[in-house]
C-alpha cells in the first residue's frame, strides 16, 4: 500500500507562485508515475500534470509552460512548482502514483494523497 502525503499549498496572490510537494511510502517510488491532478468546487478533477518513472513529463494545457513537474528518487518526493498563478488555480490539489507508464487519465492511478488546497486571490 502506498501513501501519499501532499504538502505546501496556501493563499497567494494572483502572478505569484507556489511548490507543491508530495512524498510517498509504502511502495518504489522508482517505479511509478507520479501525477497531479486538481478539483475546483463545483467541478470534476482534472489533470495538471505527471511524470514518469523515467522522467518524462506531460501537462495540461491550461499550465503548460507556467508549472513544472519533478521528481526526486533519494527523497520519494514528487514536485508541482506553479508560477504566474491564476484565480482559475485555485482547487484542492491531489497528488497520485500510478502503474501505468502514461497516466493521463485519473483512472490510470492506483494511490491518491488527501490533497492541498490552493488559493489564488484577484
Known amino acids: 500500500q502506498v501513501e501519499l502525503i501532499e504538502s505546501g499549498g496556501g493563499l497567494v496572490q494572483a502572478g505569484g507562485f507556489l511548490i507543491l510537494s508530495c512524498t510517498a511510502s509504502?511502495?518504489?517510488?522508482?517505479?511509478?508515475?507520479m501525477g497531479w491532478f486538481r478539483q475546483a468546487p463545483g467541478k470534476e478533477r482534472e489533470f495538471v500534470a505527471r511524470?514518469?518513472?523515467?522522467?518524462?513529463?506531460h501537462y495540461s494545457a491550461s499550465v503548460k509552460g507556467r508549472f513544472t513537474i519533478s521528481r526526486d528518487a533519494t527523497k520519494n518526493t514528487v514536485y508541482l512548482q506553479m508560477n504566474s498563478l491564476k484565480p482559475d488555480d485555485t482547487a484542492v490539489y491531489y497528488c497520485?502514483?500510478?502503474?501505468?507508464?502514461?497516466?493521463?487519465?485519473?483512472?490510470?492511478?492506483?494511490?491518491w494523497g488527501h490533497g492541498t488546497q490552493v488559493t489564488v486571490s484577484s
Open positions: 497520485a502514483a500510478a502503474r501505468d507508464y502514461f497516466g493521463l487519465a485519473s483512472s490510470d492511478y492506483n494511490y
Open positions: 509504502g511502495g518504489t517510488f522508482s517505479t511509478y508515475t
Open positions: 511524470i514518469t518513472y523515467n522522467w518524462t513529463p
